[in-house]
């Protein structure tokens, strides 16, 4: 099977990219959604309808109505408050908004390729986008991990939740940003050389 054009393996990476653009999203949207719902929970806890310890674990009611016609109790375990679900939304808010720039650049980065034009000059700048959105995932990984390790400092570590703050560098990461360095300049010089070609013709 041929590497570029139509019915190439490019066509099928661009499918595949399609299909994980959708779903990334579709992730957004949930977690549009989560936001939201977590908004609206402590705004409910706020006007005292629901217990705050639904958030913290142990047993509490739902209340609808002024506490008289409607009343639920549950038994929850706990670990949704605010220093562990904020940084958790934040956390997938950054990796599904890098994840639909790179996407979405490796989609029309494809989409050249199947087309059979892969030094367009605009291709360069995919791969400088791609490369710059991953720096910053990555960078934006350290901050926050930080920035959760100064929270729980300041709060405590909350009951039930699991930390590790063990730091480490992702070398396969960093050796794919210097690679796309690299092959931004390279698709940058091909297009030129494309360009001055058909110049001369």
């Known amino acids: 099977m041929k590497a570029l054009g139509k019915g190439s393996v490019s066509s099928l990476v661009k499918l595949a990219l399609t ?25 409910m806890i706020g006007a ?12 509490g009611e739902i209340r609808v109505g ?9 038994t929850h375990p706990g670990g949704a408050t605010w220093p562990v679900v904020v940084p958790a939304l934040v956390i997938g808010g950054v990796a599904i908004a890098g994840g639909l720039v790179i996407v979405g650049r ?10 059979g034009e ?15 959105a991953m720096l910053a995932i990555e960078v934006s990984r350290y901050v926050l991990m930080g920035a959760i390790a100064a929270l729980f400092a300041a709060t405590g570590v ?36 494309k360009e001055e070609q058909e110049l001369t013709i």
Not at 20 to 40: D, E, K, N, Q, S
Not at 66 to 74: Q, V
Not at 118 to 132: D, G, Q, S, Y
Request: charged share 15%.
């Open 19 to 43: 299909i994980a653009w959708w779903a990334l999203w579709i992730g957004l949207f949930g977690l549009a959604l989560a936001v939201i719902g977590y908004t609206l929970l402590n705004l």
């Open 48 to 59: 005292d309808w629901i217990d705050a310890n639904i958030l913290t674990g142990g047993e």
């Open 158 to 193: 909350p009951e039930r939740a699991n930390v590790d703050f063990n730091l480490h560098i992702d070398i396969s990461t960093w050796m794919s940003i210097a690679i796309l360095i690299v092959l931004a300049e390279v698709f940058r010089e091909g297009a030129r050389m």
């Open 118 to 132: 892969p030094f367009r000059r605009e291709n360069a700048t995919h791969l400088r986008v791609i490369w710059i």
């Open 66 to 74: 002024g506490g008289s016609s409607f009343d639920l109790t549950y």
């Open 106 to 115: 490796l989609r029309l980065l494809f989409d050249s390729f199947t087309s």
